[in-house]
T-cell receptor, first 113, second 116 residues
Framework: AQKITQTQPGMFVQEKEAVTLDCTYDTSDPSYGLFWYKQPSSGEMIFLIY??????QNATEGRYSLNFQKARKSANLVISASQLGDSAMYFCAMREGPDDMRFGAGTRLTVKP | GAGVSQSPSNKVTEKGKDVELRCDPISGHTALYWYRQRLGQGLEFLIY????????KSGLPSDRFSAERTGESVSTLTIQRTQQEDSAVYLC??????????????FGPGTRLTVL
């Protein structure tokens, strides 16, 4: 069964606007971590943000915030004030234990000038 | 070096040959991961090393794949008798030990493997 689902293969956003990238997950483990990574066309994987399952508040890192809805098992990434350099693939990932890191299929974000 | 390094950056091989991919993690990182990323797809978890513990090999796609790591240093991923479906980018990542949930992984640039 798919553990991480990213339903948007591609997204477009106008420069300076906000965009939400969806991620839902499936786990029965009460302890888990959720991550978002960015992969530009260069291929490198860049860590963006982390949310622990026991964290009470939504994680934020600069223009990135994670809309964590535990009951719905969703961990959407919100990028505010989009920039052209935000165009990339974005991957949601979940870790249930130290040896079980699963990535979603990714969403390709294109920022239009 | 400050980051995770991988070599070679590109590898072209003929079907049936063996290949060896290398990963140098960030110094002090006890955890090391290997992933496979096929073109246009997400990351497929292959194997994880934590310190001197026995690795979890359950993610390896077949017995043609094996990986080793000596202590908390370099790791090698070996693919024997390569097949065309092995063509992908192989990514290595490392992270601090301790609390595995919150420690993000730092990724290397990957090795692009092409099997002709």
């Amino acid at each position: 069964a798919q553990k991480i689902t990213q339903t948007q293969p591609g997204m477009f956003v106008q420069e300076k606007e906000a965009v939400t990238l969806d991620c839902t997950y499936d786990t029965s483990d009460p302890s888990y971590g959720l991550f978002w990574y960015k992969q530009p066309s260069s291929g490198e994987m860049i860590f963006l943000i982390y949310q622990g399952s026991y964290d009470q508040q939504n994680a934020t890192e600069g223009r990135y915030s994670l809309n964590f809805q535990k009951a719905r098992k969703s961990a959407n990434l919100v990028i505010s004030a989009s920039q052209l350099g935000d165009s990339a693939m974005y991957f949601c990932a979940m870790r249930e234990g130290p040896d079980d890191m699963r990535f979603g299929a990714g969403t390709r974000l294109t920022v239009k000038p | 070096g400050a980051g995770v390094s991988q070599s070679p950056s590109n590898k072209v091989t003929e079907k049936g040959k063996d290949v060896e991919l290398r990963c140098d993690p960030i110094s002090g990182h006890t955890a090391l991961y290997w992933y496979r990323q096929r073109l246009g797809q997400g990351l497929e978890f292959l194997i994880y090393f934590q310190g001197n513990s026995a690795p979890d090999k359950s993610g390896l796609p077949s017995d043609r794949f094996s990986a080793e790591r000596t202590g908390e240093s370099v790791s090698t991923l070996t693919i024997q008798r390569t097949q065309q479906e092995d063509s992908a980018v192989y990514l290595c990542a490392s992270s601090l030990g301790g609390d595995p949930m919150g420690n993000e992984q730092f990724f290397g640039p990957g090795t692009r493997l092409t099997v002709l």
